[in-house]
DNA sequence: ATGGCAGAACATTTCTGA
């Protein structure tokens, strides 16, 4: 069971490199970030010809995320309870690893700079909403694989220049406390784990030449609960879809299951 | 301090992103 994140920065901008990426590694889950488009316009019919439905919680312009998987999938969810704003920023569902029932969450979590301003205190109170979300969920034992763009800077070794991003929204003190607290809920941060080296990056701007001078940061994460760790066969990044024509910013995180 | 690039839409300019 292959399940893989990644923020393609428009689906529809992005539909060739997705389709040359399924041809190619042939994830049985697909959980897309920053889809930029309505339900109405999402190419299902793409994906379907590959094998794979598509479940979609879209908005017009920005954000959205969608599943995409081989397998149909039941129990979808679009809501946050209590984010009263209600950007496309989430969709879960469940599925079934070696007889477990898993709550797979697909999140595209608020940028929030600048700090200090109306969006960073949007990005905080999301933040809260989703950790009340899941502790419901731990606190129910249920298991949980938590996947997407956080928007997080977990440690100094993720990001290529740690003191330029001291005060912002991807790196404070307060919002990577918000980081350690989901870890707490008793999650595992997949990639770290097996992978304790710096320079492992998940997203490289479009300006500056970030991706020339490997100016990235690790900010597309799995957490997945403890209880899962002896599922994982490997973690990769897949680093070389940032060098195709026409990239994402960010490339695919892929977690191999048994 | 700014803008560098990219995508979408109330589109030849403005907004959002990280």
Redesign the pocket.
Known sequence: MKISTW?V??V???IENIKKYIKDSSPDIILLQ?I???EK?YPFDDFKKLGYESYVNGQ???NGVSIISKKKLKNINISLPGDTIKQSRLISTEIKIKNKIIDLINIYV??G??VDTE?YYYKINWLNLLIKFLKKKIDNENQIIITG?F?ILPEDIDVHAPEKYVNDA?FRIEIRKKYREIINLGLIDVFRHFNKKEGNYT?W????GSWQKDNG?R?DHMLISNSLIELVKKIEIKKKIRSQD?PS?HVPLECTFT
């Not at 701007?205 to 500056?208: I, P, S």
């Open positions: 923020n920065n428009s529809r901008a992005r920053e930029k488009t309505e316009n017009k312009s920005y608020p940028n700079n600048p969006k763009d928007n991807l997203f701007d479009y300006t500056q940061l900010i026409k910013d």
